[in-house]
């Protein structure tokens, strides 16, 4: 495994931060964001390995090593990981046809291909607006890196919270001035829950933000989910519990549902991602199943209480 201070790491490193000719010109919150992400780099993160398997360019050595040993175990696994970010690409689309301009990402990992801005930015340029949200620091610092140079930072922010400090999170999306709060919002939480554990109660927390949503509002969720008994997923669980920056759960398809409270399914309800979308993109082979995401977006009815 490469050492953190080898010449490779830093050439990894500025490659990743972008850091080419201009350091000096970064202001001081982004200098700290890449010092937090330079002292950080000695273990896989989640979000890093996701980039890593999409094909992205932010990672590191060792979320690439570590992203091989679970294609080693589950060949299948980047294909998974692409059927869901097309299914976040088809759904963002959904929202943006639907007439939401407001995207709220909880769990959002490192604003990777296909980002949310992007491809809300693409349907109604100019019109969206989208606050990120991981509770990874290095994410978190990785993310102000990413949209201080890609975004249009009056209309997308990144906010360093956890989903399970509801109150704390809801707060700061807000205090970025970026959301309206009485106007609909899409709240995505797309690969995220399958990282919180049973014993932390993440209905809880969902059943706070599903309150905060206007009428109207969207939620989009996709999980991990195994019906085919596969000893692979379960290995790439036990993995990431074991070696990553976070634990991995899988949920049934009961569960996972519950999630979406009394919100009203859009069609086709929840179903494995290469099956979800008015018009379908995946160019899934096999059965639907091997894509081990479930996911669904609900509305938020106008006779639901606040």
């Given at each position: 495994?490469?050492?953190?201070?080898?010449?490779?790491?830093?050439?990894?490193?500025?490659?990743?931060?972008?850091?080419?000719?201009?350091?000096?010109?970064?202001?001081?919150?982004?200098?700290?964001?890449?010092?937090?992400?330079?002292?950080?780099?000695?273990r896989p993160s989640a979000a890093?390995?996701?980039?890593?398997?999409?094909?992205?360019?932010?990672?590191?050595?060792?979320?690439?090593?570590?992203?091989?040993?679970?294609?080693?175990?589950?060949?299948?696994?980047?294909?998974?990981?692409?059927?869901?970010?097309?299914?976040?690409?088809?759904?963002?689309?959904y929202a943006v046809k639907h007439g939401l301009r407001q995207f709220v990402d909880i769990g959002s990992g490192l604003p990777t291909i296909g980002n949310v801005h992007e491809v809300a930015d693409r349907h109604a340029p100019g019109q969206c607006r989208v606050v990120y949200v991981d509770n990874e620091p290095v994410t978190h610092a990785h993310?102000?890196?990413?949209?201080?140079?890609t975004a249009d930072t009056r209309r997308h922010r990144a906010v360093h919270a956890d989903y399970l400090d509801y109150d704390t999170l809801w707060r700061d999306v807000l205090a970025t001035g970026v959301i309206d709060p009485t106007k609909p919002i899409c709240l995505l939480m797309a690969a995220m829950l399958?990282?919180?554990?049973?014993?932390q109660q993440p209905e809880i927390a969902m059943d706070f933000y599903r309150r905060q949503l206007?009428?109207?509002?969207?939620?989009?969720?996709?999980?991990?989910?195994?019906?085919?008994?596969?000893?692979?997923?379960?290995?790439?669980?036990?993995?990431?519990?074991?070696?990553?920056?976070?634990?991995?759960?899988?949920?049934?398809?009961?569960?996972?549902t519950a999630f979406f409270g009394d919100f009203t399914f859009?069609?086709?309800?929840?179903?494995?991602?290469p099956e979800w979308g008015e018009t379908i993109q995946d160019q899934w082979s096999g059965p639907p199943a091997r894509s081990r995401y479930l996911a669904g977006v609900a509305r938020k009815p106008d006779d639901v209480g606040e």
């Open positions: 495994m490469t050492g953190t201070g080898s010449r490779s790491d830093a050439n990894d490193f500025d490659r990743v931060a972008g850091l080419s000719g201009r350091a000096a010109a970064l202001d001081p919150g982004v200098t700290a964001s890449l010092e937090l992400l330079r002292s950080n780099i000695d890093r390995v996701y980039d890593c398997i999409l094909g992205g360019d932010h990672h590191f050595g060792i979320d690439r090593e570590f992203a091989e040993r679970q294609l080693e175990v589950m060949p299948d696994l980047r294909r998974a990981m692409i059927s869901n970010r097309k299914f976040l690409g088809r759904a963002v689309g993310a102000d890196l990413l949209l201080a140079g399958h990282f919180i554990a049973p014993e206007p009428p109207g509002s969207l939620l989009l969720i996709s999980h991990g989910c195994d019906e085919l008994d596969d000893p692979g997923i379960r290995q790439v669980v036990r993995n990431y519990t074991q070696t990553a920056t976070t634990t991995a759960h899988l949920r049934t398809r009961a569960e996972i859009a069609e086709p309800g929840l179903v494995w991602t």
